[in-house]
């Protein structure tokens, strides 16, 4: 079954550290997204690709990194300038500008200790 | 800059009763609206997904209407069961963008 697979489910952070999510994709979609989820608020678009060596900041950028080497894959960075990273971290791919919808993957619960 | 609201937060409906979730968002210049629904601690997973050109989508039990120029969609889910208590979330869907509401919890009462 083609789908989203992220890892890992639950990630814990010290302070000062940088940790990467992974997700990966097998359904040929060419754009991958990553979102941002807090308690009470909608999900927040932190990057996306549309292609392969391409991406582009979303609403909150500041404190990630992505990369896009591949196209079945779209790890995202929290770096230690991330002053808040404690969220529910969701990670989406769509076959063109998103005309014919989004599809998620499970998410990765970020926990900084 | 798109905003996008649901009402209500949260609903608690007997089992069998209809339910009936709103979604207003400000901009009618859109592609789509996608309905997602997110089980406690999981990703989200998509209900329905109406084009700017439909009126209307449905699937079982479930319907979607979009009203583009009044920026509203209404998520109607009949004959409700236990199993339907999750999150559901409205979704705008723009150039390589969604823009999403905080969601309705629905608990559907045994």
């Known amino acids: 079954d083609g789908g989203i697979t992220q890892s890992p489910k639950y990630l814990f952070r010290k302070e000062g550290q940088n940790v990467t999510l992974s997700c990966e994709q097998n359904?040929?979609?060419?754009?991958m997204y990553w979102y941002r989820q807090d308690p009470g608020q909608g999900l927040r678009l932190i990057y996306y690709s549309q292609i392969v060596n391409d991406f582009q900041k979303g609403d909150i950028a500041e404190g990630y990194s992505v990369s896009r080497e591949k196209k079945e894959s779209f790890p995202l960075t929290v770096t230690s300038a991330q002053k808040n990273p404690t969220a529910f971290y969701l990670c989406a791919s769509s076959r063109d500008r998103g005309h014919y919808g989004y599809t998620f993957g499970s998410g990765t619960r970020l926990t900084v200790v | 800059k798109q905003e996008v609201t649901q009402i209500p937060a949260a609903l608690s409906v007997p089992e069998g009763e209809n339910l009936v979730l709103n979604c207003s968002f400000t901009d009618s210049a859109i592609y789509n609206l996608q309905w997602f629904r997110q089980d406690p601690g999981k990703g989200l997973t998509s209900l329905l997904l109406i084009q700017s050109s439909q009126r209307e989508q449905t699937s079982g039990r479930l319907n979607a209407s979009l009203d583009k120029s009044s920026g509203r969609s209404t998520l109607y889910i009949a004959a409700s069961q236990p199993g339907d208590s999750a999150t559901y979330l409205c979704?705008?869907?723009?150039?390589?963008?969604?823009?999403f509401g905080a969601g309705t919890t629905v608990t559907v009462r045994a």
């Open positions: 359904l040929n979609h060419d754009a």
């Open positions: 979704a705008v869907g723009d150039d390589y963008k969604l823009s």
